[in-house]
């Protein structure tokens, strides 16, 4: 629980809470495993643009066992489902309340910290390509943090949909990472001229979508290598710094910058959502997509974790065992 804001490891302590009630239209899960994400590190140092009561706990997602389905009928009692929370809360206990909406069918063949870390990292990456980025087979997809949990899975979709897909990230264990999980190009921003290299390896072209979760200088570094007619999705600013883009820019070059909220697709989309989780299941249980996991501890690290999560010091998802008291 997050009882004053700050560092991850400055406020993020453990505390016995009532196991919550669900209301109408809400289930309650067992959780067998909650992923963290950038966000949540935001949530904490009161940096986000949703900022809750305080003490709140953090956790936006999780792999969970239903216990109590209330009213509804979609599920039952006993099913293993991953649920995204409302208010992007909660998922760091042991018993979390789900929307009935956001609770989603699971590959039977992925683990449980597969499935926690499956439905926000990969919707995210589905509705931007698809939705918002409108990637079509045979076009260069450029992914920033490909080596993270948001940017690996949307290394992953992308190269289901057909598209040539270059990764960005920094370092040797990254590029690495990104290599194992099938990009086509790998590009080095510690080392190598991003956009001299998306450029060399789309013959000159560029690129016709970019993903970006990371902002800040990395946007502006990318857009100068997209394609005419190319699309650059704002995903997030996970490098600290909000991007700002002049938008002769755009004009100059025929691009479009297309923003990236899947709260908003959520509530106003929702059965286009589920049916694109329905599609991410589908591709998880044949094997096209899993999960990749950077870590997997019990619940009394989950201060330190976050806090690699809010440095940059993670390869794709890190996720927290709330039933696994060790220390």
Same mark, same amino acid.
């Given at each position: 629980?997050?009882?004053?804001?700050?560092?991850?490891?400055?406020?993020?302590?453990?505390?016995?809470?009532?196991?919550?009630?669900?209301?109408?239209?809400?289930?309650?899960?067992?959780?067998?495993?909650?992923?963290?994400? !950038?966000?949540?590190?935001?949530?904490?140092?009161?940096?986000?643009?949703?900022?809750?009561?305080?003490?709140?706990?953090?956790?936006?997602?999780?792999?969970?066992?239903?216990?109590?389905?209330?009213?509804?009928?979609?599920?039952?009692?006993?099913?293993?489902?991953?649920?995204?929370?409302?208010?992007?809360?909660?998922?760091?206990?042991?018993?979390?309340?789900?929307?009935?909406?956001?609770?989603?069918?699971?590959?039977?063949?992925?683990?449980?910290?597969?499935?926690?870390?499956?439905?926000?990292?990969?919707?995210?990456?589905?509705?931007?390509?698809?939705?918002?980025?409108?990637?079509?087979?045979?076009?260069?997809?450029?992914?920033s943090a490909a080596a993270g949990g948001?940017?690996?899975?949307?290394?992953?979709?992308?190269?289901?949909?057909?598209?040539?897909?270059?990764?960005?990230?920094?370092?040797?264990?990254?590029?690495?990472?990104?290599?194992?999980?099938?990009?086509?190009?790998?590009?080095?921003?510690?080392?190598?001229?991003?956009?001299?290299?998306?450029?060399?390896?789309?013959?000159?072209?560029?690129?016709?979508?970019? !993903?970006?979760?990371?902002?800040?200088?990395?946007?502006?570094?990318?857009?100068?290598?997209?394609? !005419?007619?190319?699309?650059?999705?704002?995903?997030?600013?996970?490098?600290?710094?909000?991007?700002?883009?002049?938008?002769?820019?755009?004009?100059?070059?025929?691009?479009?910058?297309?923003?990236?909220?899947?709260?908003?697709?959520?509530?106003?989309?929702?059965?286009?959502?589920?049916?694109?989780?329905?599609?991410?299941?589908?591709?998880?249980?044949?094997?096209?997509?899993?999960?990749?996991?950077?870590?997997?501890?019990?619940?009394?690290?989950?201060?330190?974790?976050?806090?690699?999560?809010?440095?940059?010091?993670?390869?794709?998802?890190?996720?927290?065992?709330?039933?696994?008291?060790?220390?």
């Open positions: 629980m997050v009882g004053s804001v700050g560092e991850p490891r400055d406020v993020l302590s453990l505390r016995d809470t009532p196991v919550p009630t669900p209301g109408r239209g809400q289930v309650l899960v067992e959780v067998l495993g909650a992923a963290l994400g !950038f966000p949540d590190a935001l949530l904490c140092r009161g940096a986000y643009q949703d900022r809750p009561d305080l003490p709140f706990v953090p956790g936006a997602e999780v792999c969970g066992r239903v216990v109590d389905a209330g009213t509804v009928t979609d599920v039952a009692e006993g099913d293993r489902v991953a649920a995204v929370l409302p208010g992007g809360l909660g998922g760091l206990a042991q018993y979390a309340v789900a929307d009935a909406l956001q609770v989603y069918a699971v590959p039977p063949n992925l683990t449980d910290a597969e499935v926690a870390g499956l439905s926000t990292a990969y919707l995210t990456a589905w509705l931007g390509l698809h939705r918002r980025g409108a990637l079509q087979p045979g076009e260069n997809l450029v992914v948001v940017g690996s899975a949307a290394v992953q979709i992308g190269r289901a949909a057909g598209a040539c897909v270059i990764a960005v990230t920094r370092g040797a264990t990254k590029t690495a990472v990104a290599r194992d999980l099938g990009a086509h190009v790998v590009v080095d921003s510690l080392t190598e001229s991003v956009a001299e290299r998306i450029r060399e390896g789309t013959g000159g072209r560029g690129a016709d979508v970019v !993903f970006d979760p990371v902002g800040g200088d990395t946007y502006h570094e990318l857009a100068k290598a997209l394609a !005419f007619g190319g699309r650059i999705l704002v995903v997030g600013y996970a490098g600290g710094e909000i991007q700002t883009a002049r938008l002769n820019r755009p004009l100059l070059g025929s691009y479009s910058i297309v923003g990236v909220n899947v709260g908003l697709h959520v509530r106003n989309e929702p059965d286009l959502v589920r049916d694109a989780m329905a599609r991410i299941a589908a591709l998880g249980a044949s094997g096209v997509v899993r999960p990749l996991l950077g870590a997997v501890s019990p619940m009394g690290a989950a201060a330190r974790q976050l806090q690699a999560v809010a440095d940059g010091n993670t390869v794709g998802r890190v996720v927290v065992e709330p039933w696994n008291a060790e220390a």
